[in-house]
């Protein structure tokens, strides 16, 4: 975690607790209060015009933003240390809406295999239909990234650790590929969030964020933020509101609330996300753990180098068993529940099938693959309903 108070420089825990309230300009009141408005009334007709010049000159309409989603962007851009950010509606229209904005009809995009998987559908129908191009990489490819680098490439996008089986990738390296090619940097950093990962300090020209994870952190929202260069600031601001996206006030002032204890949430997370891992590898029903903090993982030397911590979230194949036995053991669990998302206080576990959306990087994996989300339950306890589960599992397996 990046922090310490030398020469002055909050850390950020510090950041988190006070960044984005403005009690005294809210009468004292600590929360930046929820301002929920479309219209936005200007006292005068020379205002009116002024805004009409420039819609970012004051507030000027509720869908590009009320204080209240103002103070949640304020707070995230300082965490970031850096940038300029802009929420709106969930993760996936952030990111959507941002390469819609920088991408043109000619342009390459550079995206890697592992990314978030809802993300191909943006690159293979609505970009595709607009003209650009996707080349997926491996992950694990590295400075090689400039073989593929052609003259229209105008972002290379990259996620660490990958969804669903959190590999590593070489975030400096690829940027400096990226940057020597002229291309920019986008960075999904939904999985290290900006307490873990500072992606601007790394590289990266554009972070997005699924709020809706750890940031609001309650399971309860649904929120994604772009933070970019100030350079890019003006172009994807309004390029955003312009395809009609918004942020609910309301929504961000949960996720302001949640923002404030995401440290110590992070912690815990990565602790039981830890200990859940460790535990797990010396189980015999369990092929390989895939976790960046472990220290026999593949990508562990790029995290140790570049990340300052872990989150909850990592990955799991079990050895061959009988679809059946796989669910015994998840309908019987007690505290892991079994959805989509994840970033909430609650632990998670979810099959899923990474081969299904990998087409540059081949995954190969004998058993069931399964995700799990740390939670903030006591740890004995999330073990032992895993152990439980376990038990489950061996006995319809001889059964079978
Ligand atoms: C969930 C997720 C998203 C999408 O966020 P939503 O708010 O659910 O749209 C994007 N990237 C990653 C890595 C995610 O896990």
Redesign the pocket.
Known sequence: MAGGNKGGTPGDETRATHAGNHPHDNQGVINPPIYRASTILYPDVATLEQVSKDRLSRLAYGRYGTPTVSALEEAVTALEDGGRAIVLS????A?AATLMNLLQAGDHLLMVDTV?GPVRNVCDRTLKKFGIETTYYSPGIGADIAGLIRPQTRIVYV?APG?LTFEMQDIPAIARAGHDAGALVMM?N??ATPVHFKALHRGADIVVH?A??YIAGHSDV???IVVCREELYRQLKLGIHALGHSASPDDCYLALRGLRTLPVRLARHQEAGLALARWLKARPEVARVMHPALPDDPGHGLWKRDFAGASGLFGVVLKPCAPAALAAMLDGMRLFGMGA?WGGYESLILPVNPAASRTASKWEAAGPTLRLHAGLENIEDIIADLADGFERLAAAQAAA
């Open positions: 969930s993760g996936l229209a990111i978030y996620e969804s999904d939904t999985w699924a809706t994870k649904m929120l994604g998302s």
